[in-house]
């Protein structure tokens, strides 16, 4: 992290925490405005703001962040900053009118959630007309030529629909499906997380995916990987680099609670804009500590004793937490279960390259560590 340049790229801002729906795996559980959200004004000066500190993408979410007045002109603000930029909506108040405002703003992409077949869709989102709402959102962006993408948590709930919601996507029209994995945080509960013994078959099945295509490509989640022989098929070969939370990634509440990535839990929150200003929170040199002072001591678990460390960091901060309470002890790792089998590492040259600059690292073996190792 020493030569890395921390600025933020990629901000991702819940714009109101005011939502028409009540979806079970919600990050935030979100629902009602919070009673002190941003102004307008505020608004603008934030992202005027951000594109000073050099920031490049902006993702405006929510709650639904449709249902913040001011939208389009926050989305006009951050293009006039030369910034590119992106929605998340759960789809259920798109028309054709706001497909319109949508490619005469000009986002660069969309996203819209979908979780699966009509009754667990309709379920997970507490609902029962969110389905067809999300399902017509799509058809009628697909009709317009909008750039989007249809967006999937995962849980136990939905994991055995992979099939049905990609033969859906694909009646939509719809050619981008980002997979995410669903997380112990907000309004989720534990019992709803996806199981770790169904990781290795849904690892698979996105790979399955990946390899053929039929017109949908698939983005994986951040959450999802990595290493070993699965997840390096999973990520292409390519290294995964970890998070960038407060190194290259910014996630702000309409509060104005300023975060590392606006999954991660309160425990993360920096600071707030109306007590200090965006670049003094950014600029913070005790801020992000996690991320921009990662060291091996900074991981646990089987994380610490692991030779991807590195270069992944333990992965995603949000999921890690969330499963262990550490930073980096992720037990969402497809290496560290294909290690437990005796399953020897797929590593292309790139990353093997990569681990050379690195001093290696003996990693214990289940019988040194006595059975089943330490943190899992
Ligand atoms: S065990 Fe931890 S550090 Fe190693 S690859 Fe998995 S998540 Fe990354
Ligand atoms: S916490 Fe997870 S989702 Fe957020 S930036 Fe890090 S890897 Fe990405």
Redesign the pocket.
């Known amino acids: 992290m020493a030569e890395f340049k921390f600025f933020p790229q990629n901000t991702v801002w819940e714009i109101t925490f005011a939502c028409n729906m009540r979806c079970l795996h919600c990050g935030t559980s979100a629902g009602n405005r919070r009673p002190d959200e941003l102004t307008d004004d505020e608004t603008y000066a934030v992202i005027d703001e951000l594109a000073e500190l050099g920031g490049e993408m902006l993702t405006l979410s929510g709650g639904e962040p449709l249902l913040r007045k001011n939208w389009r002109e926050m989305a006009r603000r951050a293009i006039k900053n030369g910034m590119k930029i992106y929605l998340i909506s759960n789809g259920y108040i798109v028309n054709e009118k706001i497909v319109e405002d949508f490619v005469d703003i000009k986002f660069d992409n969309l996203g819209i959630s979908f979780d699966g077949t009509e009754k667990t869709h309709n379920h997970i989102r507490q609902r029962p007309d969110s389905f067809q709402r999300a399902f017509k959102a799509m058809k009628l962006m697909s009709e317009a030529k909008v750039r989007y993408c249809a967006v999937s948590q995962i849980s136990n709930i939905n994991v055995g629909e992979l099939d049905d919601i990609r033969r859906l996507l694909i009646d939509a029209g719809c050619k981008l499906w980002r997979i995410q994995m669903t997380t112990d945080t907000g309004r989720m509960s534990k019992d709803f997380v996806l199981d770790l013994d169904k990781y290795p078959a849904f690892i698979d099945k996105i790979i399955e995916f990946k390899q053929n295509p039929n017109g949908i490509q698939v983005d994986v989640?951040?959450?999802i990987g990595y290493y070993g022989c699965k997840g390096t098929t999973l990520w292409d070969g390519m290294p995964y680099l970890?998070?960038?939370?407060g190194t290259r990634?910014l996630?702000l509440e309409s509060n104005g609670n300023v975060k590392?990535?606006?999954?991660?839990p309160e425990e993360f929150v920096e600071g707030n804009i109306r007590n200090s200003s965006l670049k003094e929170i950014w600029n913070n040199p005790e801020g992000f500590k996690y991320n921009r002072k990662f060291t091996r001591e900074t991981a646990s678990g089987e994380c610490y004793h692991c030779r991807y460390l590195p270069l992944c960091r333990g992965?995603?901060?949000?999921?890690s937490f969330s499963a262990t309470g550490q930073r980096a002890d992720n037990p969402y790792c497809i290496y560290r279960m294909e290690k437990k089998q005796g399953i020897a590492p797929c590593d292309t040259e790139m990353i093997v390259e990569l681990l050379q600059r690195f001093e290696p690292i003996e990693e214990p073996t289940e019988a040194n560590l006595g059975g089943g190792g330490q943190g899992c």
């Open positions: 989640g951040e959450n970890g998070c960038y939370a990634i996630g590392g990535c606006l999954s991660m992965g995603c901060t949000t999921t």
